[in-house]
């Protein structure tokens, strides 16, 4: 078995958008590099990848979308995304023209699924979203069992971003945060 390898990927001297992410991420894992960690720096996001067998195409398939809008709109495309296309959300942040976490008016999510078919993948995942202590489940206001704001340990939490104010189209200083856990469906 080979030793792991890692390389780290900034926004700095790539091009930038979400279909740019969508092929580096596709490409990485088709020569056998998953991420591992997001984080941000003065350049942006910062994404680290680890390879197993270098060469050899990683068990998972990558996807990137975004889209702005409400929070409710956040979490109700993610959602619907996610269901529609078979993923899992694996990290959610802000971008703009500039790249990450800057004044624009987008949500960019990065997703996953399994190469091979895997009848049990289906809907793997629910996803809500926490804005100032109030659940926010998208489009559909559907109620959710056992929320992270009364059981944090049942939900991990895949990114924060901030809240956009659709009434006077800024952001109102309030960061909405979003979850995920594994269905029971």
Same mark, same amino acid.
């Given at each position: 078995?080979?030793?792991?390898?890692?390389?780290?990927?900034?926004?700095?001297?790539?091009?930038?958008?979400?279909?740019?992410?969508?092929?580096?991420?596709?490409?990485?894992?088709?020569?056998?590099?998953?991420?591992?960690?997001?984080?941000?720096?003065?350049?942006?996001?910062?994404?680290?990848?680890?390879?197993?067998?270098?060469?050899?195409?990683?068990?998972?398939?990558?996807?990137?979308?975004?889209?702005?809008?409400?929070?409710?709109?956040?979490?109700?495309?993610?959602?619907?995304?996610?269901?529609?296309?078979?993923?899992? #959300?694996?990290? @959610?942040?802000?971008?703009?023209?500039?790249?990450?976490?800057?004044? $624009?008016?987008?949500? !960019?999510? %990065?997703? /996953?699924?399994?190469?091979?078919?895997?009848?049990?993948?289906?809907?793997?995942?629910?996803?809500?979203?926490?804005?100032?202590?109030?659940?926010?489940?998208?489009?559909?206001?559907?109620?959710?069992?056992?929320?992270?704001?009364?059981?944090?340990?049942?939900?991990?939490? #895949?990114?924060? @971003?901030?809240?956009?104010?659709?009434?006077?189209?800024?952001?109102? $200083?309030?960061?909405? !945060?979003? %979850?995920? /856990?594994?269905?029971?469906?």
């Amino acid at each position: 078995m080979a030793t792991p390898s890692r390389m780290t990927i900034t926004e700095s001297g790539r091009d930038l958008g979400w279909s740019e992410d969508r092929e580096l991420l596709r490409s990485l894992s088709d020569e056998g590099w998953d991420p591992r960690r997001f984080d941000f720096d003065n350049s942006g996001l910062v994404i680290s990848f680890e390879c197993q067998n270098l060469g050899t195409p990683s068990e998972w398939e990558y996807d990137c979308n975004q889209e702005g809008g409400t929070s409710v709109a956040t979490i109700g495309t993610l959602k619907y995304y996610a269901e529609s296309h078979g993923l899992e #959300i694996i990290f @959610v942040y802000r971008v703009g023209t500039q790249g990450a976490e800057r004044q $624009g008016g987008y949500t !960019r999510f %990065y997703c /996953r699924r399994p190469r091979t078919d895997n009848p049990r993948w289906k809907f793997p995942f629910e996803y809500c979203g926490v804005v100032a202590g109030e659940i926010v489940t998208g489009f559909e206001q559907v109620q959710v069992e056992r929320p992270p704001t009364t059981h944090p340990k049942e939900w991990e939490l #895949i990114g924060t @971003v901030r809240s956009w104010n659709e009434a006077d189209w800024t952001f109102n $200083g309030r960061r909405l !945060r979003i %979850y995920k /856990r594994p269905s029971s469906r």
